[in-house]
């Protein structure tokens, strides 16, 4: 239902914000309160149980080192429609998919959510043809704890297990050697999600989206090298994709508690199977407008900057036309509006070497 009342905030685009979106499109007040409305509507069907670790804390978006990210996640300038499919998937539970030609913004499009509603540093697995899912679960350096334990019993006075025991109880914890990735991450039980970016899904392995049906689906996994010793040591303590951060793992099993928010994104490179795509609710960001453009710009770079881009002759002008000859991604027009805001290539004579440094295509007849 859409909210016309008066007084109502405007939405991105200039139309009444929805009562029922979740995330707005722009960093707002309270995003706890909207949190907490999203936790009370969940599905039945799409509940999860898993046991809090109360040790285990969130980095926070605010901290300086984040500072980049959340530059990057404000600058993000959402339409009504991408809006309310970004809403669909929150309320679901389910993974997004963003399909879109390259620097439209579909990575940028998971830093907005983790900013609008503070879900902390987003977890971001770059796939290539290579990943598998083990990849984005954890990572086991089972080497490098053989090479510990051989020089735990060169040193030791005594032998470094007893018989029959296995090697953790030694000392030598199999946590130290083992660290979740940014799957595993997002779906260690919390009260509140995190925000997962799979970077560019269409590059992986055709085996993939299938493999990842099960983790999506019931919001679990499991580590086989924790889960065969867990009669003997119930409770690991491993690293996680959060620098510094350490959560702790009961009989090698996770499962989630708050479904994290999964955005995946495509460039449309391949098809994916049906049991993948129902699974998912799909968005295609199409190319931004010459007013977005110009909205864009004076997000980023300031109103100033905007007013001089728009026009016959201006930049965003340009962009356009040499975007119909191949793709061009928006921060490439950017670029070329940062530099005249430096004084670079500024008399009129010069725009066109302007044009050619900063805006080359990345398809087509003239892509070099």
Not at 159 to 177: C, F, H, K, V, W
């Amino acid at each position: 239902m859409t909210s016309d009342q008066p007084g109502r905030p405007p939405g991105p685009t200039g139309g009444a914000v929805k009562d029922w979106w979740i995330y707005k499109g722009t960093p707002a007040e309270s995003p706890g309160e909207r949190l907490d409305r999203l936790a009370r509507l969940r599905p039945p069907w799409r509940t999860f149980d898993g046991e809090v670790d109360p040790e285990y804390r969130v980095p926070s978006l605010d901290d300086e080192r984040h500072a980049a990210e959340r530059r990057r996640g404000a600058g993000y300038i959402a339409e009504d429609t991408e809006i309310d499919l970004v809403n669909t998937a929150l309320h679901l539970r389910r993974p997004l998919l963003v399909t879109g030609v390259p620097g439209v913004g579909k990575s940028t499009l998971a830093y907005s959510i983790a900013q609008d509603l503070g879900l902390g540093p987003v977890l971001r697995w770059p796939i290539t043809s290579r990943a598998t899912l083990r990849d984005g679960l954890y990572r086991y350096d089972a080497l490098r704890r053989l090479e510990d334990a051989n020089l735990q019993r060169l040193h030791a006075d005594s032998p470094a297990t007893t018989a029959g025991a296995p090697l953790e109880q030694s000392g030598d914890g199999i946590g130290r050697y083992l660290q979740l990735g940014p799957l595993g991450t997002a779906f260690l039980p919390s009260e509140q999600p995190r925000v997962l970016l799979v970077d560019e899904i269409d590059k992986c392995d055709i085996d993939l989206p299938g493999d990842l049906l099960t983790v999506l689906d019931e919001g679990r996994y499991e580590i086989p090298e924790l889960a065969r010793l867990a009669e003997h040591q119930p409770v690991v303590t491993v690293g996680t994709d959060d620098p510094g951060s350490r959560a702790r793992i009961r009989a090698g099993r996770v499962q989630c508690q708050a479904f994290p928010v999964v955005v995946l994104t495509s460039n449309g490179e391949r098809e994916f199977p049906p049991a993948f795509l129902r699974r998912c609710i799909r968005l295609t960001i199409g190319r931004p407008s010459e007013d977005k453009l110009r909205r864009i710009i004076e997000q980023r770079i300031g109103a100033e900057a905007a007013a001089a881009a728009v026009g016959r002759e201006g930049l965003i002008s340009s962009f356009l036309k040499r975007r119909e000859r191949g793709e061009l991604g928006t921060d490439q027009l950017l670029n070329a509006v940062q530099l005249r805001l430096a004084g670079a290539w500024t008399a009129p004579e010069d725009v066109e070497h302007l044009v050619q440094a900063t805006l080359q295509p990345l398809s087509g007849p003239d892509a070099t």
